[in-house]
């Protein structure tokens, strides 16, 4: 069966939002009156599983614990006010999105960012203008590896998942692509997790991201 779309996840396969995400995070612990801050490097792990989990891990706490609650809405609320100061698209994302859509073929982002934050990013970085659907936990899905949202950004393209492309940087992309039974899935070496041993034969590996594009040959 041929390639008819393509899915992204966002944080560390379309766009570098570590340093976003850093500043974000260390602003709501000062606010919450925590006596330190984090490193890019202590940040880095904590990236893709959302919001609520990089809270609860930076405060190794529960999910739903009082202070990871109050850690996480303090982080959004940040995030919302400065979601793309220092993020960017990762190397040759601009000229693998332009070549997808000018092959005529449709796009989204499925993300664990905050739908507000969300919302403007792709907008700051030029991103909305690629894609037929962005979604969000927050938009009333379940997260990944749920494959909830894929199957619905597939809804919205008029494809099936057999005929999608899911590209992400993490184990929770990745499973979430199996899940959701996508034609290919691929994973971005750029980003900020090493693809999951138990999937390395399974997955397509993109050294440089425009390596997508030979899934199009």
Same mark, same amino acid.
């Given at each position: 069966?041929?390639?008819?779309?393509?899915?992204?996840d966002l944080d560390g396969t379309l766009i570098d939002a570590l340093p976003d995400i850093q500043a974000n995070a260390n602003r709501a612990l000062e606010k919450l009156g925590y006596d330190f801050q984090m490193s890019l490097k202590e940040t880095q792990p904590h990236v893709g599983g959302g919001a609520q989990k990089l809270?609860?891990?930076?405060?190794g706490k529960p999910m739903d614990h009082p202070d990871t609650m109050a850690m996480y809405h303090a982080f959004a /609320?940040?995030?919302?006010?400065?979601?793309?100061?220092f993020g960017c698209m990762f190397p040759g994302v601009k000229e693998t999105l332009d070549t997808i859509q000018a092959k005529g073929l449709p796009m989204c982002i499925v993300t664990a960012k905050p739908a507000k934050?969300?919302?403007?990013?792709?907008?700051?970085?030029?991103?909305?203008?690629?894609?037929?659907?962005?979604l969000s936990p927050e938009d009333g899905f379940a997260k990944k590896p749920a494959p909830d949202m894929l199957v619905e950004c597939c809804r919205a393209m008029g494809v099936e998942p057999s005929e999608t492309v899911m590209t992400g940087d993490t184990r929770f /992309?990745?499973?979430a692509g199996f899940a959701a039974?996508?034609?290919t899935v691929a994973f971005a070496e750029h980003g900020y997790q090493d693809v999951?041993?138990?999937?390395?034969n399974r997955v397509v590996s993109l050294p440089n991201f425009t390596d997508l594009l030979k899934l199009l040959d």
């Open positions: 069966m041929s390639i008819k779309a393509f899915i992204f809270a609860s891990n930076v405060l /609320d940040f995030y919302e006010q400065s979601p793309a100061d934050a969300r919302v403007k990013v792709t907008k700051a970085l030029g991103l909305d203008g690629y894609m037929t659907l962005s /992309d990745v499973e039974k996508c034609h999951p041993e138990e999937y390395a």
